[in-house]
Protein backbone atom coordinates (compact mmCIF):
# COMPACT_ATOMS: atom_id res chain seq x y z
CA UNK A 1 0.00 0.00 0.00
CA UNK A 2 1.13 3.51 -0.45
CA UNK A 3 1.84 6.26 1.23
CA UNK A 4 2.32 10.05 0.93
CA UNK A 5 2.89 11.70 4.32
CA UNK A 6 3.55 15.30 4.61
CA UNK A 7 4.44 17.08 7.39
CA UNK A 8 5.95 20.20 8.80
CA UNK A 9 3.17 22.64 8.63
CA UNK A 10 2.34 24.96 11.53
CA UNK A 11 1.63 28.86 12.37
CA UNK A 12 4.00 31.62 11.22
CA UNK A 13 4.51 34.84 11.19
CA UNK A 14 4.81 37.06 8.28
CA UNK A 15 8.86 36.74 7.15
CA UNK A 16 8.97 33.34 8.54
CA UNK A 17 10.10 30.17 7.71
CA UNK A 18 8.91 26.42 7.44
CA UNK A 19 10.21 23.17 5.91
CA UNK A 20 7.61 20.48 4.94
CA UNK A 21 8.14 17.35 4.31
CA UNK A 22 6.59 14.75 2.09
CA UNK A 23 8.15 10.85 2.81
CA UNK A 24 6.98 8.23 0.31
CA UNK A 25 6.54 4.65 1.20
CA UNK A 26 4.88 1.32 -0.68
CA UNK A 27 5.98 2.36 -4.21
CA UNK A 28 7.90 -0.54 -6.09
CA UNK A 29 8.75 1.69 -9.48
CA UNK A 30 10.68 4.22 -10.25
CA UNK A 31 9.42 7.78 -8.61
CA UNK A 32 10.04 10.88 -11.07
CA UNK A 33 8.39 13.95 -10.63
CA UNK A 34 7.77 15.10 -6.56
CA UNK A 35 5.49 18.31 -6.78
CA UNK A 36 3.91 20.35 -3.68
CA UNK A 37 0.31 22.27 -4.60
CA UNK A 38 -1.52 24.36 -1.96
CA UNK A 39 -5.56 24.82 -1.55
CA UNK A 40 -6.56 27.74 0.75
CA UNK A 41 -9.99 27.96 1.67
CA UNK A 42 -12.51 28.37 -1.00
CA UNK A 43 -9.90 28.38 -3.51
CA UNK A 44 -8.95 25.71 -6.07
CA UNK A 45 -5.36 23.55 -5.42
CA UNK A 46 -2.68 25.27 -7.15
CA UNK A 47 0.93 24.56 -8.07
CA UNK A 48 3.82 25.42 -6.06
CA UNK A 49 6.72 23.50 -7.43
CA UNK A 50 8.04 20.46 -8.99
CA UNK A 51 11.52 18.69 -9.26
CA UNK A 52 12.04 15.45 -11.41
CA UNK A 53 14.10 12.59 -10.60
CA UNK A 54 17.54 14.41 -11.72
CA UNK A 55 16.98 17.51 -9.61
CA UNK A 56 15.36 19.73 -12.58
CA UNK A 57 12.92 22.30 -10.56
CA UNK A 58 10.04 24.29 -11.24
CA UNK A 59 7.99 26.93 -9.52
CA UNK A 60 5.06 29.13 -9.61
CA UNK A 61 6.08 33.17 -10.21
CA UNK A 62 4.28 33.45 -6.82
CA UNK A 63 7.19 31.58 -4.69
CA UNK A 64 10.38 32.09 -6.90
CA UNK A 65 12.62 33.36 -4.91
CA UNK A 66 11.02 32.63 -1.30
CA UNK A 67 10.32 28.56 -1.52
CA UNK A 68 12.95 25.83 -3.14
CA UNK A 69 12.06 22.26 -3.56
CA UNK A 70 14.75 19.16 -3.13
CA UNK A 71 14.51 15.66 -2.53
CA UNK A 72 16.53 12.73 -1.19
CA UNK A 73 15.85 9.68 -3.82
CA UNK A 74 17.22 7.17 -1.32
CA UNK A 75 14.66 8.47 1.44
CA UNK A 76 11.85 8.83 -1.33
CA UNK A 77 11.77 12.16 0.49
CA UNK A 78 10.93 15.59 -1.20
CA UNK A 79 11.25 19.11 0.91
CA UNK A 80 10.02 22.39 0.72
CA UNK A 81 11.98 24.99 2.54
CA UNK A 82 9.95 28.00 2.71
CA UNK A 83 11.34 31.38 3.36
CA UNK A 84 9.76 34.52 3.82
CA UNK A 85 6.61 33.88 4.36
CA UNK A 86 3.40 35.90 3.62
CA UNK A 87 -0.78 35.65 4.73
CA UNK A 88 -0.86 34.79 1.70
CA UNK A 89 0.92 31.89 1.58
CA UNK A 90 -1.81 30.15 4.14
CA UNK A 91 -2.93 27.30 3.01
CA UNK A 92 -3.17 23.12 3.03
CA UNK A 93 -0.33 21.78 0.87
CA UNK A 94 -0.14 18.91 -0.71
CA UNK A 95 2.58 16.51 -1.87
CA UNK A 96 2.18 15.06 -4.82
CA UNK A 97 4.18 11.96 -7.12
CA UNK A 98 4.28 10.61 -10.32
CA UNK A 99 5.63 6.67 -10.86
CA UNK A 100 5.38 4.88 -13.91
CA UNK A 101 1.28 6.10 -15.06
CA UNK A 102 0.18 6.48 -11.27
CA UNK A 103 0.02 9.99 -9.26
CA UNK A 104 -0.14 9.94 -5.62
CA UNK A 105 -1.91 12.82 -3.40
CA UNK A 106 -1.00 12.73 0.48
CA UNK A 107 -3.33 14.44 2.97
CA UNK A 108 -1.70 17.58 3.17
CA UNK A 109 -0.02 19.78 5.96
CA UNK A 110 -2.10 22.94 6.97
CA UNK A 111 0.51 26.15 7.08
CA UNK A 112 -1.45 29.10 8.63
CA UNK A 113 1.20 32.30 7.99
CA UNK A 114 -0.63 35.41 10.66
CA UNK A 115 0.45 37.83 13.29
Known amino acids: QVHVVESGGGLVQPGGSLRLSCEVSGIRDTIYAMSWYHQAPGKSREFVAVIGRGGSTNYANSVKGRFTISRDNAKNTVYLQMNNLEPEDTAAYYC?????????WGQGTQVTVSS
Open 96 to 104: KVNSGSYEY
